[in-house]
């Protein structure tokens, strides 16, 4: 059975920094792009950041470009997100998602994380 | 304000067909795959529609999309309680060269 499970959420003041990870589990780690979505406390869904199997290519949003970091650590199964610089407009829940191809612009998530609250505030 | 428009809600009586669209345009439905995924409330988002009229394996087929031109489609056939639930559409914009989602809509069983 496919589990994700986020950790590292929590309160952070403006202009600090986070890292999330997604402890991964039921297949074949290192064969599948994963991603970071977020989800905004309006409800409206952003795609933050997306690793290739390998960890050789990666995708990031505009809005998180230079101050997020994506990793994996494929012997761990294990999926990071480093969140530097953190704004309040980053206040967000974090989900960790699992494609169904290693190409980074596939676009089907098909097993999810609980999700990871960050919350920016001073 | 998102790329893709999705109708903020939607509604329909148990049994009925209730239909959702997401318009685009050429740099992002025109020319990409569209995903759509349901969002029940308190939880995290489900995989319903892959490459524009794909079901995974495990969702009914009361589930269907399709795509013409720059807009996609999403319909629900058969209208169940358990369908109240947030539906997103997601696909690639080449001119943003950005993953784009929908803002949502949400369903309602009257």
């Known amino acids: 059975e496919v589990q994700l499970a986020e950790s590292g959420g929590g309160l952070v003041q403006p202009g600090g920094s986070l890292r999330l990870s997604c402890a991964a589990s039921?297949?074949?780690?290192?064969?599948?792009?994963m991603t970071w979505v977020r989800q905004f406390p309006g409800k409206g869904l952003e795609c933050v950041s997306i690793?290739?199997?390998?960890?050789?290519?990666?995708y990031f949003a505009d809005s998180v470009k230079g101050r997020f970091t994506i990793s994996r650590d494929n012997s761990r199964n294990m999926l990071y997100l480093r969140l530097n610089s953190l704004r309040v407009e980053d206040t967000a829940v974090y989900f960790c998602?699992?494609?169904?191809?290693?190409?980074?612009?596939?676009?089907?998530?098909?097993?999810w994380g609980q999700g990871a609250l960050v919350t920016v505030s001073s | 304000q998102s790329v893709l428009t999705q109708p903020p809600s939607a509604s329909a009586t148990p049994g009925r067909r209730v239909t959702m669209s997401c318009s685009g345009s050429?740099?992002?439905?025109?020319?990409?795959?569209v995903y759509w995924y349901q969002q029940l409330p308190g939880t995290a988002p489900k995989l319903l529609i892959y490459?524009?009229?794909q079901r995974p394996s495990g969702v009914p087929d009361r589930f269907s999309g399709s795509k013409s031109g720059t807009s996609a489609s999403l319909a629900i056939s058969g209208l169940r309680s358990e369908d109240e639930a947030d539906y997103y559409c997601?696909?690639?914009?080449?001119?943003?060269?950005?993953?784009?989602f929908g803002g949502g809509t949400k369903v309602t069983v009257l």
């Open positions: 998602a699992k494609s169904t191809s290693s190409w980074l612009h596939y676009l089907g998530f098909d097993h």
């Open positions: 039921g297949f074949t780690f290192s064969s599948y792009a």
């Open positions: 690793i290739s199997g390998g960890g050789d290519n990666t």
């Open positions: 050429s740099s992002n439905i025109g020319n990409n795959f």
């Open positions: 490459r524009n009229d």
């Open positions: 997601v696909t690639w914009d080449d001119s943003l060269s950005a993953v784009v």
